[in-house]
């Protein structure tokens, strides 16, 4: 069954609603979208139905795919010429985080276009957000960022790799189709870290020191359904579990809103000076930045360990949870299984404090917190 939910976005969530993109499309009158996407989702089978069955209802779709995994400017711009190139008329972005964001930062540049960054929202560039924006819509391929009904995008400088973020809420989308089964064929170590992303967002969103108690409350729900499917979708994946795991990441992307923490904090360096994943950064560094944030918040984690299930309603309860889940789905618990040495650790902690992410931690952090944490992780 598929059912229909907005917040705000209107949401079409369930097995087979990728088939719905096609006759939307045509419903509102658009002929030739921009399908963004990574260039692995462009090579997958259903990827290559899903141009079959808009060219069948007479459309051009127009495929772009040449981004990085964790996206720069350059590919942006690049993007954008091709949609002006094509004469396109609407941008479709499909796949995970990456492949989402640069659809959604080359929307922002159709009509914006001033250099990139001026409209970086950590600037206050978000007031110059004034333009119209080409219709959008998304479909998520993991269940991980829930980058589908978000209203900003996480663009890298192409030379310091430094992140930046385009925020406004002409960048929602106009529709989202989530189609659980778009993720029956990820590998399980993507399924992995995809979800240990999603379960970081519900986690440190819950903790955030912003007042939202809406955001808490899909928050601890988030964390419930992935608590409850994320091994079995790893180990032993059926429909029920990644139906779950999409829509937790989904509702961990609502609730972020809120704000983020520590353990983003921890993780974006790694992405920028590694090029880790950024799921597998989070599910490594969320036990210790958990661990760090129970001082002061025990009342929350009471709260986060009864979400899990957990017979001990501790904050310790809540990080030892943490390691056990990822020995399940096979996350390292250390750093320096990938790759990362004692001489990252300072430019690394350097990176982390810069970070947008822990102003809205519970708990204030300083860089020597940041290294300490890396040194108790490597």
Do not use: W
């Not at 007479?58 to 350059?74: A, E, Q, R, Y």
């Not at 996480?154 to 002409?170: G, Q, V």
């Amino acid at each position: 069954m598929i059912h229909q939910f907005n917040f705000p976005t209107v949401i079409r969530f369930g097995a087979g609603a990728v088939a719905e993109l096609g006759p939307y499309l045509v419903s509102e009158g658009l002929k030739r979208p921009l399908i963004s996407t990574d260039p692995i989702v462009a090579g997958l089978p259903f990827f290559k139905k899903i141009l079959a069955s808009l060219k069948a209802l007479g459309l051009t779709p127009v495929v772009f795919k040449d981004i990085h995994k964790n996206p720069v400017k350059s590919d942006v711009l690049a993007g954008g010429d091709v949609y002006a190139q094509n004469n396109c008329d609407s941008i479709v972005g499909i796949g995970g985080g990456a492949g989402l964001d640069v659809a959604r930062a080359i929307a922002l540049r159709i009509n914006h276009r001033e250099d990139l960054f001026v409209y970086d929202d950590l600037i206050g560039g978000d007031q110059f957000v004034t333009n119209d924006v080409p219709h959008f819509v998304t479909i998520p391929t993991t269940a991980g960022t829930g980058s589908e009904v978000g209203r900003s995008a996480i663009i890298s400088e192409d030379d310091t790799h430094r992140k930046r973020i385009l925020f406004a809420p002409k960048l929602l989308a106009k529709r989202v189709f989530a189609d659980p089964e778009l993720t029956y064929d990820l590998p399980a170590a993507v399924t992995a870290a995809t979800g240990m992303d999603a379960l970081t967002h519900n986690m440190e969103a819950y903790l955030a020191k912003n007042y939202h108690p809406m955001a808490d409350g899909i928050a601890l729900e988030g964390v419930k359904l992935i608590t409850k499917s994320l091994e079995k979708a790893v180990n032993t994946p059926d429909p029920q579990s990644r139906a779950d795991m999409m829509l937790g990441s989904l509702m961990g992307a609502v609730a972020f809103q809120k704000g983020l923490g520590v353990v983003h904090s921890l993780a974006h360096p790694l992405s920028t000076l590694l090029d880790m994943h950024h799921g597998l950064a989070n599910a490594l560094m969320i036990p210790y930045g958990m661990g760090f944030n129970i001082e002061g918040q025990e009342t929350r984690f009471e709260a986060l360990a009864h979400a899990l299930g957990l017979k001990t309603h501790t904050g310790q309860a809540v990080v030892d949870h943490l390691f056990a889940l990822n020995d399940q789905i096979g996350i390292p618990r250390k750093l320096s299984s990938q790759g990362v040495k004692e001489e990252h650790l300072e430019q690394l902690a350097d990176l982390a404090f810069a970070d947008f992410c822990h102003p809205n931690n519970p708990k204030p952090v300083t860089r020597e917190d940041f290294l300490k944490l890396y040194k108790q992780a490597l």
